[in-house]
């Protein structure tokens, strides 16, 4: 986990659904990010954690059979970011390395400020080194935050020298052809 800005408490995490069933405890926010008519995500009840739930696909690209997210969808994720500032954050998905990360990647991009999207990438990457981030999530993001593509751009430079990152995209584009 990383601690952003000065505040001991403050810090965003990225975990998959099930590192997210064993250790959402202990967060002021968690997001929780699954697949369109998902029947078995988590639900927490407790006075202490507030949950927030999206549906939407892991897909990079709008149209086809998959639900992809929504600008308000990741409008509503940006408030979220804005509202727990200060706090500590978990963001979850299934994988915990996709739409989560590009959820993490929103955030910190917003949190940062113009011009900070690469330190954005990079505290990102610090978090979840995993991460393949989900491309309309960051379109939508661009967009939301006008950045003008600086968003998009910060994270695909971070692929462009990352073979692992690349292989997984490349293997997430034609499972997205193939619908």
């Not at 998902?38 to 892991?58: H, P, W, Y």
């Not at 950045?147 to 692929?159: F, H, K, L, P, V």
Request: charged content about 25%.
């Amino acid at each position: 986990m990383l601690i952003i800005g000065s505040a001991q408490d403050e810090f965003i995490a990225v975990k998959s659904l099930k590192a997210a069933r064993d250790g959402w405890i202990g967060f002021d926010g968690v997001i929780t990010i699954e697949d369109a008519n998902f029947a078995d995500g988590l639900r927490i009840q407790s006075e202490k954690t507030r949950q927030m739930v999206f549906q939407f696909d892991d897909t990079d690209r709008i149209g086809g059979q998959a639900f992809a997210p929504e600008l308000a969808q990741i409008r509503r994720i940006l408030e979220i970011g804005r509202h727990y500032r200060g706090k500590r954050l978990l963001v979850h998905c299934f994988q915990g390395q996709s739409r989560s990360a590009g959820a993490a990647l929103a955030i910190l991009a917003d949190r940062l400020g113009v011009g900070r999207e690469k330190e954005a990438v990079d505290q990102l990457l610090q978090i979840c080194p995993l991460a393949v981030c989900n491309r309309v999530v960051l379109q939508h993001a661009d967009t939301l935050l006008s950045r003008n593509g600086a968003i998009m751009s910060a994270w695909q430079a971070y692929e462009n020298t990352n073979d692992k990152a690349a292989g997984v995209r490349l293997l997430r584009g034609l499972a997205d052809q193939a619908g």
